[in-house]
């Protein structure tokens, strides 16, 4: 059995000694015997994720209702009841229902997000068990477990390697690394970093070359993907500022009514005429005037139709709330590889003695140009440049072929595809190079001699080595170098200055030399290489960031968003790559150590100046994501692997790609990426911009509404005097006009400032002081246009039915005309662009006014809310109040921009 006395901490497998790893864990090279295997599997419990609890779906469906505008909503269907008007009790509790069913539809399970990364473990493995080769289910493997791994296969458990033949892993999903990891088996530091653990081969990961074994030091929840899923586990999604806007909202309008209801039953008691019955009923008809019941129905369809508009622009949102608080982003975190960077190699810069070139192209397409000091070069004038291209194309075992989309893609090691592109660049064929001179004999690249060697024989007798590897082995290997006018002896010194200045722009360095040998030389040793070699130069490769990228990353920094990447690559390359994006500040890099020796205090400091942090982990990533929501920031978190989803969870937004991002990033983001574009982020901040604006029209265009109601009712009762509006009346005003017309305003376009001014604060109220007072002055003139209408009626002798009708009419009149006065939150005052509306606003002005004729003229109507036809005269009247109305406010703008220079 294992002994726990002996086996080193998990977290230091990479540093254990081979044998002293198979001691701790009581097994030898030749694998487990069946029956401890099975006394292992029932302690241990099978390598699979633990299931969580999932929340019962009808819990999940009635949560949608825990929220306090829905409350009030519901207090008013509770009202209505109490009226016994059941048609608009069903009406309310027809809204709020709706509403749950949208957002229970809509809103992502954070159990998904496991089921995700569950579904990565091997489904199969290959074990060696009483010293025999077996095929298992990948649930059976347990620590102590020898597993053999190869080439397309998926390690099924974390696993400490004895054997590594040119064997590669692919750590993308796990680390951010955007190649392939070479392995080997000798220990690696004890501090070294997820990505710097070559002894290792971790659950979930790829084999992209070679072949080995290992023995299995954790499975399951312990993996390093099990801890990525414990993380997400016990991740809390934040709240938006929006839903934590609207709660404050709600509590305090809610607080407001009841005490102003209170107050007004109390004053009615001892003070004015009415029979405490009647009384009661009046209030009741003030809470349902000054309840806006439409609001929460208004919210959420704003926020479906957002969620329309921004499929349509390849961002896929999986959470109502997410719309919105794109628009309060202050900060992106964006991972690197394959969200800022295209996660393709190519070979950026080519060095020769002498010339410091750069070469152009994207992907693995072979097309591109080489430069130097800024200017086009052709690489036939320098036969350095053509037979280094040559000795590229032959030391490949890769190649690189285009798909029907057109698009390049290379099938094997992404170093050797960009190689192939590189040879195209300096207009050398592929198939004709192959063709003239075929290769005999080849030693495969391994991590530990760090090369790989081709022998290829021209059809002229000659015979030719060619060797690429890591620049100081071959430096070793290489006795001359090649120079325009012949070979010469090797400068190590300038070679080294060469690789150093390479490796400094975060670009991967790898050396390239060749060597004629007797045309009898058909096979290849190890001795035939180890010296004598003529060096051709230096190809400098890296994941370029994506063009698109680039102008996004300007966009955000005009718009007051910070872009931060955080990436598990090298601190090097990361610096390089953000430079080139344009990120601020790009030398300045944080790497995971220098996380881990931080505490929260110190990193909290340091947060703000630094935009680059490198060669993180998991837990990285997510420390840095609540460093930053500490000091206030409102957080995207973008990225595509499995390391990036317990940030994801954890940021304000998160934003995964739809392409090559992880089931697991998926289920834990707010937000898919379907076209992998961080640009789209760009055009997702705009919008959420737009939808706040829309969304804070609406509220300016509600609350008014229901504030003019509201003082109506309170000046009847403290008057003593006849309800103006029947609070049935004020439902139909509350639940179909002035949403019907509120929700015109979810279609407006963004403000053309939108995305020249600074994110909003978190902490920003959503009734602004310009709100409470465009609300009060809108209210008061609300009150008198209806008052005056309804007491003008009366003076006429028309009876309360018809005066009523009148009043309802100039209030819905009244709101035509102020939603155009509501379109556009800019401070200019009157203009023309207020009338010429988007379609939709004529669509609910014409859907109003057919509603209002049907309230008005249809006997149905004259039942339910005791209405009474009017004459064209009295609805010419109604629609002149309604114009006078946007008149006065229009003066208002002028006013305030006059003396404060704003709306």
Same mark, same amino acid.
Request: charged content about 25%.
């Given at each position: 059995m294992?002994?726990?006395?002996?086996?080193?901490?998990?977290?230091?497998?990479?540093a254990?000694?081979?044998?002293?790893a198979?001691?701790?864990?009581?097994?030898?090279?030749?694998?487990?015997?069946?029956?401890?295997?099975a006394?292992?599997?029932?302690e241990? /419990?099978?390598?699979?994720?633990?299931?969580?609890?999932?929340?019962?779906?009808?819990? @999940?469906?009635?949560?949608?209702?825990?929220? =306090?505008?829905?409350?009030?909503?519901l207090?008013?269907?509770?009202?209505?009841?109490?009226?016994?008007?059941?048609?608009?009790?069903?009406v309310?509790? /027809?809204?709020v229902?709706?509403?749950?069913?949208?957002?229970?539809? &809509?809103?992502?399970?954070?159990?998904?997000?496991?089921?995700?990364?569950?579904?990565?473990?091997?489904?199969?493995?290959?074990?060696?068990?009483?010293?025999?080769?077996?095929?298992?289910?990948?649930?059976?493997?347990?620590?102590?477990?020898?597993v053999?791994?190869?080439?397309?296969?998926?390690?099924?458990?974390d696993?400490?390697?004895?054997?590594?033949?040119?064997?590669?892993?692919?750590e993308?999903?796990?680390?951010?690394?955007?190649?392939?990891v070479?392995?080997?088996?000798?220990?690696a530091?004890?501090n070294?970093?997820?990505? +710097?653990?070559s002894?290792?081969?971790?659950?979930?990961?790829?084999?992209?070359?070679?072949?080995?074994?290992?023995?299995?030091?954790?499975?399951?929840?312990?993996?390093?993907?099990?801890?990525?899923?414990?993380?997400?586990?016990?991740?809390? %999604?934040?709240?938006?500022?929006?839903? @934590?806007?609207?709660?404050?909202?709600?509590k305090?309008?809610t607080?407001?009514?009841?005490?102003?209801?209170a107050?007004?039953?109390?004053?009615?008691?001892?003070?004015s005429?009415?029979?405490?019955?009647?009384?009661?009923?009046?209030?009741?008809?003030?809470?349902?005037?000054?309840?806006?019941?439409?609001?929460?129905a208004?919210?959420?369809?704003? !926020?479906?139709?957002?969620?329309?508009?921004?499929?349509?622009?390849?961002?896929?949102?999986?959470?109502?709330?997410?719309?919105?608080?794109?628009g309060?982003?202050?900060?992106?975190?964006?991972?690197? %590889?394959?969200?800022l %960077?295209?996660?393709?190699?190519?070979?950026?810069?080519?060095a020769?003695?002498?010339?410091?070139?750069?070469?152009?192209?994207?992907g693995?397409?072979?097309?591109?140009?080489?430069?130097?000091?800024?200017?086009?070069?052709?690489?036939?004038?320098?036969p350095?440049l053509?037979?280094?291209?040559?000795?590229?194309?032959?030391?490949?075992d890769?190649?690189?072929?285009?798909?029907?989309?057109?698009?390049?893609?290379?099938?094997? +090691?992404?170093?050797?595809?960009? !190689?192939?592109?590189?040879?195209?660049?300096?207009?050398?064929?592929?198939?004709?190079?192959?063709?003239?001179?075929? @290769?005999?004999?080849?030693?495969?690249?391994?991590?530990?001699?760090?090369?790989?060697?081709?022998?290829?024989?021209?059809?002229?007798?000659?015979?030719?080595?060619?060797?690429?590897?890591?620049?100081?082995?071959?430096?070793?290997?290489?006795a001359?170098?090649r120079?325009? +006018?012949?070979?010469?002896?090797?400068?190590r010194?300038?070679?080294?200055?060469?690789?150093?200045?390479?490796?400094?722009?975060g &670009?991967?360095?790898?050396?390239?030399?060749?060597?004629?040998?007797?045309?009898?030389?058909?096979?290849?040793?190890?001795?035939?290489?180890?010296?004598?070699?003529?060096?051709?130069?230096?190809?400098?490769?890296?994941?370029?960031?994506r063009?698109?990228?680039?102008?996004?990353?300007?966009e955000?920094?005009?718009? *007051?968003?910070?872009?931060?990447?955080?990436?598990?690559?090298?601190?090097?390359?990361?610096?390089?790559?953000?430079?080139?994006?344009?990120?601020?500040?790009p030398?300045?890099?944080?790497?995971?150590?220098?996380?881990?020796?931080?505490?929260?205090?110190a990193?909290?400091?340091?947060?703000?100046d630094?935009?680059v942090?490198?060669?993180?982990?998991?837990a990285?990533? !997510?420390?840095?994501?609540?460093?930053?929501q500490? &000091?206030?920031?409102?957080?995207?978190?973008?990225?595509? *692997?499995?390391?990036?989803?317990?940030?994801?969870?954890?940021a304000?937004?998160?934003?995964?790609?739809?392409?090559?991002?992880?089931?697991?990033?998926?289920?834990?983001?707010?937000?898919?990426?379907?076209?992998?574009?961080?640009?789209?982020?760009?055009?997702?901040?705009?919008?959420?911009?737009?939808?706040? +604006?829309?969304?804070?029209?609406?509220?300016?265009?509600?609350?008014?509404?229901?504030g003019?109601?509201?003082?109506?009712?309170?000046?009847?009762? !403290?008057?003593?005097?006849?309800?103006?509006? %029947?609070?049935?009346?004020i439902?139909w005003?509350?639940?179909?006009?002035? =949403?019907t017309?509120?929700?015109?305003?979810?279609?407006?376009?963004?403000?053309?400032?939108?995305?020249?001014?600074?994110?909003?604060?978190?902490?920003?109220?959503?009734?602004?002081?310009f709100? =409470?007072?465009?609300?009060?002055?809108?209210?008061?003139?609300?009150?008198?246009?209806?008052?005056?209408?309804?007491w003008?009626?009366?003076?006429?002798?028309?009876?309360e039915?018809?005066?009523?009708?009148?009043?309802?009419?100039?209030?819905?009149?009244?709101?035509?005309?102020?939603?155009?006065?509501?379109?556009?939150?800019?401070?200019?005052?009157?203009?023309?662009r207020?009338?010429?509306?988007?379609?939709?606003?004529?669509i609910a002005?014409?859907?109003?006014?057919a509603?209002?004729?049907?309230?008005?003229y249809?006997?149905?109507?004259?039942?339910?809310?005791?209405?009474?036809?009017l004459?064209?005269?009295?609805?010419?009247?109604?629609?002149?109040?309604g114009?006078?109305?946007?008149?006065v406010?229009?003066?208002?703008?002028?006013?305030?921009?006059?003396?404060?220079?704003?709306?």
């Amino acid at each position: 059995m294992l002994d726990d006395r002996r086996a080193p901490d998990a977290r230091h497998w990479h540093a254990a000694p081979l044998d002293e790893a198979l001691e701790a864990l009581d097994v030898t090279p030749e694998g487990l015997s069946a029956r401890e295997a099975a006394k292992r599997l029932r302690e241990h /419990g099978p390598n699979r994720l633990p299931t969580q609890k999932r929340k019962n779906p009808i819990l @999940r469906f009635l949560s949608h209702f825990h929220d =306090v505008l829905i409350y009030v909503l519901l207090g008013a269907a509770v009202v209505t009841a109490l009226l016994q008007h059941w048609i608009d009790t069903y009406v309310i509790l /027809g809204v709020v229902v709706i509403n749950a069913i949208i957002g229970f539809v &809509q809103e992502g399970k954070a159990e998904s997000a496991l089921d995700a990364i569950r579904d990565m473990l091997a489904p199969k493995a290959v074990v060696r068990r009483d010293g025999k080769r077996r095929t298992i289910p990948g649930e059976e493997v347990v620590p102590g477990d020898v597993v053999l791994i190869e080439s397309g296969d998926k390690a099924p458990a974390d696993l400490r390697l004895g054997e590594a033949r040119r064997l590669s892993m692919q750590e993308a999903v796990l680390t951010g690394e955007s190649v392939p990891v070479e392995k080997r088996c000798e220990p690696a530091p004890e501090n070294a970093s997820l990505g +710097d653990r070559s002894s290792m081969a971790y659950s979930g990961c790829f084999v992209a070359t070679g072949q080995g074994w290992g023995v299995a030091v954790a499975t399951g929840a312990d993996t390093e993907i099990g801890k990525i899923s414990g993380i997400i586990s016990g991740v809390r %999604t934040l709240e938006t500022p929006l839903t @934590r806007q609207l709660a404050t909202f709600g509590k305090w309008l809610t607080a407001f009514i009841l005490l102003l209801a209170a107050a007004i039953l109390g004053f009615g008691t001892l003070f004015s005429g009415y029979e405490f019955g009647e009384l009661f009923l009046a209030v009741v008809g003030l809470s349902v005037a000054a309840i806006p019941e439409g609001l929460p129905a208004i919210v959420t369809i704003t !926020l479906a139709l957002g969620v329309r508009q921004m499929a349509g622009r390849n961002a896929i949102v999986r959470r109502l709330p997410a719309v919105e608080a794109l628009g309060s982003v202050s900060v992106i975190c964006s991972d690197k %590889t394959g969200t800022l %960077t295209r996660n393709e190699m190519t070979v950026a810069s080519v060095a020769v003695p002498g010339r410091d070139i750069v070469v152009t192209g994207e992907g693995y397409a072979p097309h591109g140009a080489l430069t130097e000091d800024d200017a086009e070069i052709d690489p036939a004038d320098d036969p350095r440049l053509m037979e280094l291209g040559r000795a590229a194309l032959l030391c490949v075992d890769a190649d690189i072929a285009k798909g029907d989309d057109d698009v390049w893609r290379v099938d094997g +090691d992404p170093m050797e595809g960009a !190689l192939i592109a590189f040879a195209g660049k300096v207009g050398l064929d592929r198939e004709a190079e192959r063709a003239a001179l075929p @290769r005999a004999d080849s030693i495969p690249f391994d991590s530990a001699h760090r090369f790989m060697a081709v022998l290829n024989h021209d059809h002229e007798g000659g015979a030719r080595i060619v060797v690429k590897g890591a620049p100081e082995r071959m430096l070793d290997m290489c006795a001359r170098q090649r120079n325009g +006018d012949g070979d010469e002896d090797l400068d190590r010194d300038f070679w080294k200055a060469e690789a150093e200045r390479i490796a400094a722009r975060g &670009q991967r360095v790898l050396a390239v030399a060749v060597r004629d040998d007797p045309p009898d030389r058909n096979a290849l040793d190890f001795d035939h290489v180890e010296g004598g070699l003529t060096l051709l130069g230096f190809v400098g490769f890296i994941d370029p960031p994506r063009e698109e990228a680039i102008r996004a990353v300007a966009e955000c920094r005009s718009a *007051g968003v910070g872009v931060k990447m955080i990436t598990g690559d090298h601190a090097a390359t990361a610096a390089a790559v953000a430079e080139a994006l344009g990120i601020e500040n790009p030398d300045t890099v944080l790497t995971g150590a220098d996380l881990e020796a931080m505490d929260d205090d110190a990193l909290r400091e340091r947060i703000g100046d630094v935009n680059v942090f490198a060669r993180t982990s998991p837990a990285d990533k !997510l420390r840095l994501v609540e460093a930053l929501q500490a &000091q206030g920031a409102v957080i995207a978190m973008t990225g595509d *692997g499995v390391n990036d989803a317990p940030a994801l969870k954890r940021a304000d937004v998160g934003v995964a790609m739809g392409k090559t991002g992880s089931e697991a990033a998926k289920e834990a983001a707010e937000m898919v990426l379907a076209d992998d574009n961080f640009a789209t982020i760009a055009a997702a901040v705009k919008a959420g911009r737009g939808i706040y +604006d829309n969304l804070k029209k609406s509220i300016l265009f509600v609350l008014p509404t229901n504030g003019g109601q509201a003082l109506v009712m309170i000046v009847a009762i !403290l008057a003593g005097l006849t309800l103006p509006i %029947t609070p049935v009346q004020i439902l139909w005003v509350n639940m179909v006009t002035a =949403v019907t017309l509120a929700l015109a305003l979810a279609f407006e376009p963004p403000e053309p400032t939108v995305m020249s001014r600074p994110p909003r604060r978190p902490g920003e109220p959503l009734l602004s002081g310009f709100l =409470v007072w465009r609300t009060a002055f809108v209210s008061v003139l609300f009150c008198v246009g209806v008052l005056g209408a309804f007491w003008w009626s009366m003076e006429q002798g028309d009876g309360e039915a018809v005066a009523r009708t009148k009043a309802v009419n100039v209030l819905v009149a009244m709101e035509i005309f102020y939603l155009f006065a509501v379109r556009h939150l800019s401070p200019a005052g009157w203009s023309w662009r207020n009338i010429l509306a988007t379609p939709a606003v004529w669509i609910a002005v014409g859907l109003v006014c057919a509603l209002q004729v049907a309230f008005t003229y249809a006997p149905p109507m004259h039942l339910l809310f005791d209405t009474r036809a009017l004459n064209l005269e009295h609805m010419g009247i109604a629609l002149g109040i309604g114009f006078a109305g946007l008149i006065v406010v229009e003066v208002e703008k002028l006013v305030r921009r006059a003396i404060f220079g704003r709306r």
